[in-house]
């Protein structure tokens, strides 16, 4: 967890769960889940992670902010591919270990060059092994929009 | 993890990307995310985590199956409250550690009487300590509907 937060440390399951008071249960990683949908098609985007600093800069500048584990590394989504997240609604879930973003999508989320992350659906019905169907087309070439960030 | 999984072990990356092979990449609690939205409203439901068999078990009878890490127990969702959740699309994304399902929610998915686990939003453009707004209102009374189970 970074030294400085502007969160209080969290409370009781009651305080959690019926107070007015944002004290995210960040956990042992010093992480909580977030999930972006787009505010426009409710579809979801990604899901990533946010440490308290990510968190406080998403909720005081209204754009992206996450910690990504595998860089170990606060960014802003959209700093090096452009493909910003303007954040319109912000919730917090029943214990405050997850935050649902709806937000205003600037080309695709996924690194991967497609809009969103989860573009194979599962099919249902079946036991064993799954092949997945693919659902979207990729918006643009990762090649040429990546140099190593996100 | 289970000892009986379904599911291939992950590949390189971009096998778990570009193909077409269900091979979820599991943490080394042997879980991977879920995020149910729901199907009608497109607003997130809950986020929570499955196994390899409550993933196994969603997929083969569309009905949400989870993995509860605070109980250490597989559980489908309303095997208690009768507030189950009908799967009606599932998706994969692009590094396969995270599942999202599309749901056709009976009643409410949060626990605490509430359709969504997110019934308090986060006000923006603010810096500091952050007071949370109640969004929704109960819709069921959480004393009444459960007896330990979820």
Redesign the interface.
């Known amino acids: 967890m970074p030294d400085k937060t502007?969160?209080?440390p969290p409370g009781t399951v009651a305080d959690l769960?019926?107070?007015?008071?944002?004290t995210p249960k960040f956990g042992a990683d010093g992480l909580v889940?977030c999930?972006a949908?787009d505010a426009a098609?409710?579809?979801?985007l990604?899901?990533a992670h946010m440490n308290a600093e990510a968190l406080?800069k998403t909720?005081?500048t209204?754009q992206a902010w996450y910690y990504s584990r595998s860089r170990g590394a606060l960014w802003q989504k959209g700093q090096t591919s452009g493909h910003t997240q303007h954040?319109v609604?912000?919730?917090?879930?029943?214990d405050q270990d997850?935050?649902?973003i709806k937000v205003e999508q600037t080309g695709g989320a996924?690194?991967?060059g497609?809009r969103s992350?989860?573009?194979?659906?599962?099919p249902?019905?079946?036991?064993?092994?799954?092949?997945?169907?693919?659902?979207d087309e990729r918006i643009f070439d990762p090649r040429a929009v990546y140099r190593g960030g996100n």
């Open positions: 502007p969160f209080a769960e019926e107070g007015a008071a944002l889940t999930v949908t098609s409710g579809d979801v990604m899901v406080a909720i005081a209204g954040v609604e912000m919730h917090i879930d029943c997850a935050v649902w996924c690194h991967t497609h992350c989860f573009y194979r659906a599962v249902l019905g079946k036991a064993g092994a799954v092949t997945l169907e693919f659902r």
